[in-house]
């Protein structure tokens, strides 16, 4: 009723007389006990219904809760099943790559010791091997793991000059 909480006294008392001229004095205490009463009835319905819909609100909520722990719980317990399954494949899997690269090495070294070096380049493994007695140069950097072959001078031979003089 918060309409008549913006009706001052002056228009309540114009409202009543209306009432009174228009119906009668008996008939306008009636019309007041029915306006009582359905206001009454119309208050318990309103507390009812928002009685009903608070407990809606907190059967969803609890609902909502148990569904987010049984979100956790899942997604927790299917992290590790997950982790579980693939912690063989992982190991596996290093198994297979520890394998594969010995495989490259020794295949390499055979390569290595059957051709030897191929046009003038070595791989990067041999190419600081030098003769005895020879002098290295430095060739620059590796280009795609193989570093040209060094060009080899003899260390300390006399010149021609030196010999026939």
Do not use: H, Y
């Not at 205490?29 to 009812?48: N, P, T, V």
């Not at 090495?105 to 041999?126: F, R, T, Y």
């Not at 005895?132 to 060094?150: K, M, N, S, Y």
């Amino acid at each position: 009723m918060n309409f008549l909480n913006n009706l001052g006294p002056w228009e309540l008392a114009v409202i009543v007389v209306l009432a009174i001229l228009l119906v009668g004095p008996k008939r306008v205490l009636q019309i007041i006990q029915s306006i009582r009463e359905f206001a009454g009835k119309l208050r318990q319905m309103s507390s009812e219904f928002t009685a009903l819909l608070q407990a809606e609100v907190r059967e969803v909520q609890d609902v909502d809760r148990e569904v987010k722990g049984v979100e956790r719980e899942t997604g927790k317990d299917l992290k590790t099943t997950v982790q579980e399954i693939l912690n063989p494949f992982a190991a596996v899997q290093s198994e297979l790559q520890a394998a594969a690269q010995e495989m490259r090495q020794a295949l390499d070294k055979a390569v290595q010791e059957e051709l030897g070096p191929i046009g003038g380049i070595q791989p990067p493994a041999q190419a600081t091997d030098t003769a005895p007695g020879v002098a290295q140069e430095d060739t620059g950097p590796a280009i795609g793991g193989i570093r040209p072959a060094p060009q080899q001078k003899p260390a300390s031979t006399p010149s021609t000059e030196e010999k026939a003089g």
